[in-house]
């Protein structure tokens, strides 16, 4: 089993939005067996949340699923379940290093999925209002995890 973890600041906008749109990616290759993902945050404010009404309107309107999701923290034990943690913006990860257990852990920045972008993290729609930008960004990124984890874990030769 492969675990995939997003990690954004309050888990109700982009982390969930990341979940959602890779698990049903995972679905459609039926590769649910082989691959899981989750999401957290490093801010308390939102624990117990479902996502974001934002997040909820676009994911509806791609018909992707977001039952049952609700906000958590990052904790220590992500760092040894997860082989993929993925940070949606560089302060992110500055929390999540500052989290016990996760000082030496080998983080991916989401936008270095998507090198041609100029934009180099993937902007808050908590603050900017724009869920519809990084839906974008997040289904395109998702496609290329997607590939970059079937060739790095699933292609045993
Ligand atoms: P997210 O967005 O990190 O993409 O979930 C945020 C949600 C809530 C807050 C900040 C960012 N907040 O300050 O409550």
């Not at 049952?68 to 220590?76: C, H, P, S």
């Not at 989290?99 to 993290?121: A, C, K, N, V």
Request: glycine share 8%.
């Amino acid at each position: 089993m492969v675990n995939v973890l997003f990690v954004c600041l309050g888990n109700i906008c982009r982390s969930p939005m990341a979940e959602a749109v890779l698990r049903n990616k995972i679905e459609q290759r039926q590769l649910a067996d082989q691959i899981t993902v989750d999401s957290a945050g490093t801010g308390d404010w939102h624990i117990g949340k479902a996502p974001h009404e934002g997040t909820r309107r676009i994911l509806d309107l791609h018909g992707i699923s977001y039952e049952n999701m609700r906000a958590r923290l990052v904790a220590g034990e992500d760092f040894e379940k997860f082989e993929y943690i993925i940070c949606m913006d560089k302060s992110n990860g500055e929390n999540v290093r500052k989290i016990p257990g996760g000082e030496q852990s080998t983080l991916l920045f989401f936008m270095d999925l998507l090198p041609d972008e100029e934009l180099r993290e993937v902007p808050d729609p908590y603050f900017t209002g724009n869920f519809e930008q990084v839906y974008d960004l997040i289904n395109a990124g998702c496609d290329v995890l997607l590939e970059r984890i079937i060739q790095e874990k699933l292609q045993q030769a």
